[in-house]
C-alpha cells in the first residue's frame, strides 16, 4: 500500500529515476496532494472535487474521471445552491456524454428485439418473486390500472410507493387478470387503462429521481417494450385511449414514432387503424389525425427499390412503374402482377408461325383476410390464362371477333381461378381485380369489381366532345375527358382548377400544334346498385342496401350487399367471398357475388395512345379519371426534367402520396405503363424532348 503510494505520489521517480517508469498525469490526486502539503499553493484547486467542497471551473481547464467508462472527461462542476446539503451537491456530467445518432431500420429491429428479450426475462424473474414482493407489486399495478378517478389519498400512497421503491416504475406485470397482461410495465399498465393521472406521476416522480441520484436506469420508461414488442404508445392506440396517447407522444421524438415498430414491424399508427376494440373503432378518425405521419413505416409500407419496380418491354415499345401502400389501413390487402410471355400465332403446325411477346398487367384488392385471396390471384393469373388461352385455340372457328375470343378466354379463366381459390380451406374475404393483356396490336382489359383502368390519348387535331364522341361510337370505350393543351388559353373543356400538385409548378415551353388530350374508361366499376347487377344480386336471395353517412360536412351513401348484419359487401363482382355464393341453385355466374370479367378490347395506336393507368379504388375513391390524367401528364412533365431513368415508379409514388393527402382510406395499387417508344421516355406527349432548364444572372 505504501510503495503504490509512493509510486503515484511521485516520490519513487524522485528518489530513484526510471525513464521506462509512465508519466503520472498531472491531474492524479495522490501526487497533487503530497505537492501541496509539502509546498502548499493557495490559488491551486484539486482536479478531483469532494462532495463536501463543490467548486465551480471551467471545463476547459479541469478533467474529472469517469468512474464508468475510467477516462478522464471535461465537465463542469456544479457548486452548492441555497439551501442544498452537501449530499445535494454533485458533478456535472461526471458520466461521459453519450453521442446521440439516428437509428436504422436494421438497428430498430435489433432494439426491438433486445428490448422484448429483456421483457420476458423480467416478467419471468417477477413470476418467481416471493409472495411478499409480489403482494407489493401487485397493488402498486393495479393502482395504475384502476379505471376510477384517482383521489387524493390513493395519489399521496402512490407517490409514497414510488420515492420508496423507485424500481416499482419497472416492474413486470403478473397474474393481474383483466388489470393487464402479463410482461407489462407499469407505463403500460397506466397506458393499457388510461389512467392519464397516474402515468403524469410516474414521469414526474422518475424524472425527480433521476436528478437527485444521477441514476439513470429508470430513464426512457416510454422505450420499454412488452413480450409483443408493443409500446406505451403502441398499447395506448390499439386501446383506443386517445387522452393517453396525447400524453405520450411527445416523449416519442426520438425515434420518431413513425418508425417505432414491434415485432410485427407495425407503429403506433398501426396498431390503432387495425384495432377491434371498439373504443379504438369509436376514436379511429381522432387516432389516425393524432398519430397520422405521411412516412410511418404502417402507411408506406415497405417498398421495394425504384429499379425492382420499372421495367420495359422493347417488343411492345412500353415502360410501365409500379407503386404500392397500406394507407390508413395499417394492413396491405392489394396484390399485383406484371408478366410476359411468348405466344405462338397461328396453329402450332406452322413453321412459320410468328412467336409474339405477351404482357400481362394486374392489380387485386383484397378485403376481409390480410390479401390471402388477392396473392392467389396475382400469383396464378397467368399460369391459368395461358392454358385456357391455349385450350381456346384449339377449338375456335376463325371467323370470331377479338372481343369474343378474349371474353371466352377471360370467361373460362376466371371461373377456374376461383374453383381452384375454393378449394383452400379457411379462405374468408375475396378480391376484385382489373387485368390488361398488352400485344403489339391490342390492348385487352378484364375487369372483375371497382378496380379501374383507363387510357389516356393524344391526338394532333382540334376536336369538341361531339366529335371524339362520334369518331368512338362503334368503339367499346367511354371517353370521359378532354382537354386542348396550348392553345394560348383556357379551353371550354379544360376544368376550371388545376389538379393538384406535389411540388412546385414549373414552365413548360409552349408547342406550335395545340394538343388534344383525353382520357377513356377501358372498365366500368361493378357495384351493387348498377341495374343488372342489382337485378342477379336479388334473384340469387339477397338485398341491397344503401348506408349514407357525414364525413367532414359531406354526405356519402355507399351500396352494400346484405347477407347479414355482419356479413355486407360493397362490390357485386370478386374472387373469393364465398359467403355471397352459396345457392346451390344457381351457376357461378348468377350468384349475387360473381368472378365473372367484363373484357373490352382496344386496338393500339402508337401515334395517339399515351398512358394505360390500372389501379385500385383506393385511388379512385378520391380521384377522377381527370384529375389522375392531369397529374400523371404534370408530373410527367416535371420529373422529366431532372431523371430519365424512373421516372415511372416516380410518378406511380407521388400519385399514390397526393391520393393520401387526399384522404384516401385504403390500400393503394398502380401500374403505370407508357404506351410509345421506349426511345425517349421523357415526355407524356410524342412531340419532342422538352430543354433543359437553365440559371441566367
Known sequence: MIARWFDRSGIGQFVAPDSEAESVSENDESSSQFWNLVAPDPKFTSSVPTIDSPTR??????????????????????????????????????????????????????????????????????????????NINGRFLRMCGSVTKMSDKVETKFRKLINKKPHLLRIRATNLGETAPDGYTSLQVTAYANHVAAAKIIFELEKEYRNKSRDNQYSELHLDRNMFGHTALHIAGERGNLEMVQLLLPYYQFPNPAFLIDLGKQTAFGRAVTSPNPKAKKNQRALERTLFSSNDISISGNPKAKEQRMGRIKSLKLDYGTSEMPGRRGTMEDAMATETWYDEVGDGSDVSAKRQEIALFAVCDGHGDNGVVSNFIASNVSRILRDCKRDTDKSISEDITPKDYWNKIWGLACLQLDDQLRKFDMVAGGSTAVFALVTENEIIVANV?????????????????????????????????????????????????????????????????????????????????????????QKAGFYVKDITFEED???????????????????????????????????????????????????????????????????????????????????????????????????????????????????????????QSSINTTDLSSSSRLPRKALFE
Open 57 to 134: 471551473f471551467s471545463s476547459k481547464d479541469r478533467n474529472v474521471f469517469c468512474k464508468h467508462c475510467s477516462k478522464w472527461t471535461a465537465t463542469d462542476l456544479v457548486a452548492t445552491q441555497p439551501g442544498n446539503t452537501s449530499k445535494d451537491s454533485q458533478v456535472n456530467c461526471l458520466s461521459t456524454p453519450k453521442q446521440q445518432k439516428s437509428m436504422s431500420s436494421t438497428d430498430m429491429i435489433s432494439d426491438v428485439h433486445d428490448r422484448v428479450l429483456s421483457a420476458c426475462i423480467d416478467t419471468s424473474n417477477a413470476m418467481r418473486s416471493p409472495p411478499i414482493e409480489k
Open 449 to 537: 369489381g371497382d378496380s379501374r383502368c383507363i387510357l389516356v390519348c393524344e391526338k394532333d387535331e382540334k376536336l369538341t366532345r361531339t366529335n371524339v364522341n362520334a369518331d368512338n361510337a362503334n368503339n367499346d370505350v367511354d371517353v370521359d375527358y378532354i382537354k386542348i393543351k396550348n392553345t394560348g388559353g383556357q379551353h371550354e373543356n379544360e376544368p376550371l382548377e388545376p389538379p393538384p400538385q406535389l411540388i412546385n409548378e414549373v414552365s413548360i415551353p409552349s408547342r406550335d400544334n395545340a394538343k388534344l388530350i383525353t382520357v377513356r374508361a377501358l372498365s366500368n366499376d361493378h357495384k351493387p346498385n348498377l341495374p343488372d347487377e342489382c337485378e342477379r344480386i
Open 553 to 675: 360536412g359531406e354526405k356519402i351513401t355507399i351500396h352494400k350487399i346484405v347477407k347479414n348484419d355482419k356479413s355486407q359487401l360493397a362490390v357485386s363482382r370478386a374472387f373469393g367471398d364465398f359467403d355471397f355464393k352459396s345457392n346451390n341453385q344457381l351457376q357461378a355466374c348468377e350468384q349475387s357475388v360473381i368472378p365473372c370479367a367484363e373484357v373490352r378490347v382496344h386496338e393500339r395506336n402508337p401515334e395517339e395512345d399515351l398512358y394505360l393507368i390500372l389501379a385500385c379504388d383506393g385511388i379512385w375513391d378520391v380521384m377522377t379519371n381527370e384529375a389522375v390524367m392531369d397529374f400523371v401528364q404534370q408530373q410527367s412533365e416535371i420529373k422529366s426534367m431532372e431523371s430519365v431513368d424512373n421516372i415511372l415508379p416516380d410518378i406511380a409514388d407521388s400519385l399514390l402520396q397526393q391520393c393520401l393527402l387526399n384522404q384516401s382510406r385504403d390500400n393503394m395499387s398502380c401500374i403505370l405503363i407508357k404506351l
